[in-house]
Structures are given as structure tokens and as C-alpha cells.
């Protein structure tokens, strides 16, 4: 098979993540739960969209946000001062709060297992400012952790997709050259333009949403998950 590995994307890929303004109220509250803080988490929140904005402008281009320095300073802001290990148990208690925010597609564990049937590694590059270890909670929360062999979240590196240190750490964990690897995800640039800048094949997912971006430039389109799986076997 000329193909070794297919790489996937995590949010609107493998899971649908979806943002409402009050399931991140709730995730404040949880927050501030675990510091034992008695405060309205809406200024929280708030605060958040005023810091997150203006750290991402000042970033340099695809760097990521740190998030447990960004809700230092947000809570330092509201009053709240609190030591590194409290803040990232608290901020893991506002992960926990967003599960009802993500759900895995129901063809998203037939699709994994049936790539490795096939004898292909599986690996994970997503975009995430949340630490890693949350992410890959998620994963096993979920029941996939056992069939992704090597995953990397921006959180972990600095650098965001399509940043081309991201996908490469996968691809090196793997021991996979790029031209024998498959990524797959739902963003233009992140999904196809950049892993294709390395030498990947490439899938655009679209059952999730449609990406504005040009779309022709994908090796192939999957309207949903288990069309994956027809694109690698058509690459060997």
C-alpha cells in the first residue's frame, strides 16, 4: 500500500464541537467552584473574550494563546489571585464543564477501526489551546484513545496549524513520510493547504460544515466520515 498513516483533524472531524454562551457560563462557574470564589462568572467570561483578543493580536502568526496564563490574567483582573497547580485543577474542572459542548460522530469509531484493519496508523493534529492532558482525557472519555496511535495539540508545541512543526511531530512519532500519509480534516488552509505543503494527500471534510475556503484544492472530499475510507484505499 503506498499509504502508511492517516493523520485527522479533531474538531468538526472526528467530533462536532459546538459554542454556546452558556455552556461557557457554565464552565466559569465550575471554575470558579473549584477556587472556592463566590462571583458572577459572566464577568469572567467576559473578561475572557477581552484577553483572548487581544493576546491573539499580539501573537506572531500561528502561535498559540497559553491558556492557564490568559485566565491567570482574567481572574487576576477580577480580583482572583491563585498558584499554578490550583488554577490548572480548576481549569481542567471548566474542561469537564464543556463535554456536553462535544460529541463524537457515530461513524467516527467504525471509521478509525476500519483504517487500522486496513493496517494504517492513525494520528491526531489539532488545533487546541487547551492542555493536552484535557484533550486526551477527551479521547479516552470517548472511547477512541486506544485507536489513535500518536496525537499532538497545539497547546503542546506553541504553534498552530498550518504551522508545518505540528503536523511534522505526528509524522515523525509515526515514523511516516508525508507522501505516504493521508490527512483529513474540515479547514482549507489548516486541513489541506498545509499538510499538502509538506507532501500529504488530502481530504476535506464536509459533513459538518462547508469551509469557505477553495475547496478544489483538496485530493478529495468526504460527505461523511466512512468516505475516508474509500480515499485511502484508492492511494494504495
Not at 502508511?4 to 464541537?17: C, E, I, R
Not at 493576546?55 to 499554578?84: H, I, K
Request: hydrophobic share 45%; net charge negative.
Amino acid at each position: 500500500m503506498a499509504l502508511d498513516a492517516v493523520l485527522f483533524d479533531y474538531g468538526d472531524t472526528l467530533f462536532a464541537f459546538r459554542y454556546e454562551e452558556r455552556t461557557h457560563e457554565g464552565a466559569v462557574r465550575a471554575l470558579l467552584d473549584a477556587l472556592a470564589v463566590d462571583a458572577d462568572p459572566q464577568l469572567f467570561v467576559d473578561g475572557f473574550w477581552r484577553h483572548f483578543e487581544a493576546v491573539r493580536s499580539e501573537l506572531p502568526e500561528n502561535a498559540e494563546v497559553v491558556y492557564q496564563e490568559l485566565m491567570a490574567a482574567v481572574l487576576a483582573e477580577g480580583g482572583v489571585d491563585t498558584d499554578g497547580p490550583a488554577l490548572y485543577e480548576a481549569l481542567r474542572a471548566e474542561h469537564r464543564t464543556w463535554a456536553p459542548a462535544r460529541e463524537l460522530h457515530p461513524q467516527s469509531v467504525e471509521l478509525l477501526e476500519t483504517l487500522r484493519a486496513d493496517g494504517l496508523r492513525i494520528g491526531l493534529v489539532s488545533n487546541a489551546f487547551d492542555p493536552g492532558e484535557f484533550m486526551r482525557e477527551d479521547l479516552a472519555l470517548h472511547g477512541i484513545a486506544g485507536l489513535i496511535d500518536s496525537a499532538v495539540f497545539s497547546s503542546e508545541l506553541g504553534v498552530r496549524k498550518p504551522d508545518p512543526r505540528i503536523y511534522r511531530v505526528v509524522l515523525d512519532d509515526l515514523g511516516v513520510e508525508p507522501g505516504r500519509a493521508l490527512f483529513v480534516g474540515d479547514r482549507v488552509l489548516e486541513d489541506v493547504q498545509g499538510p499538502a505543503a509538506l507532501g500529504m494527500h488530502t481530504c476535506l471534510a464536509t459533513y459538518y460544515r462547508s469551509d469557505e475556503g477553495d475547496q478544489t484544492l483538496a485530493g478529495a472530499i468526504a460527505k461523511e466520515p466512512l468516505d475516508v475510507v474509500s480515499v485511502a484505499r484508492s492511494l494504495g
